[in-house]
């Protein structure tokens, strides 16, 4: 029986779900993933009415299978919302490695956009407080070797907030970043070596620290 090491191992494979759907589309799983995209505008559109799911190409059929296999639920004034902030931070997470792995998007690209999903102050900061650590999970997969595998470290970064320094960030690499598993250590050896090009002293206690947890 399969049982998962990780919650991000568990959304995965509820995010599988919507391919698994006896009906399922190659469009539905990329369906998601433009109404996720709504989710990171600087005035986020959700929860999702008729008109903007026609505004954005999703079609009923479509709705109705993303229904079916528990990713959106209707509310009484017709409009979509997903069961849980959860999955809204899945599928945000999935949209943005999509983006990076058909060279839509740099790594740098990705960075940033966890940088200002981090530095959100209103609620919806708190409502995609996942995102982050969902995208670089995603990203660290050692199944997809591509060209930006050495740059992803910067998505580390983008979760620091004082370059290494403060109980802030030893939070981060001490009991965040150790979520994420081994497939998590080529990143922290990379962003090792690239701060000790930069010569900030913090990270091989920092680095160390998460590979313990890890371990």
Request: include cysteine; charge should be negative; hydrophobic fraction near 40%.
């Amino acid at each position: 029986d399969w049982v998962p090491r990780t919650e991000y191992e568990l959304m995965e494979r509820y995010w599988h779900r919507i391919r698994e759907h006896p009906r399922s589309a190659p469009q539905d799983c990329g369906a998601m993933q433009v109404l996720a995209a709504t989710l990171l505008e600087e005035q986020p559109r959700y929860p999702w009415s008729s008109p903007l799911l026609n505004a954005v190409g999703v079609p009923p059929d479509t709705v109705q299978r993303l229904r079916e296999s528990g990713w959106l639920r209707e509310l009484e004034d017709g409009v979509l919302e997903c069961g849980h902030d959860r999955l809204l931070c899945w599928a945000a997470a999935k949209l943005i490695a999509t983006r990076v792995e058909d060279r839509t998007w740099t790594i740098d690209d990705a960075a940033n956009t966890i940088r200002a999903l981090q530095a959100r102050t209103d609620h919806w900061g708190r409502r995609l407080g996942y995102v982050a650590m969902d995208t670089i999970w995603l990203l660290a997969d050692p199944i997809r070797a591509d060209a930006a595998r050495n740059e992803k470290w910067k998505l580390i970064a983008a979760l620091e907030e004082l370059q290494g320094l403060g109980f802030v960030d030893e939070s981060l690499y001490r009991d965040l970043l150790p979520t994420a598993g081994s497939r998590l250590v080529p990143l922290l050896l990379d962003r090792l070596r690239q701060a000790a090009r930069e010569g900030h002293e913090p990270y091989p206690r920092l680095v160390a620290s998460a590979l313990l947890s890890i371990a």
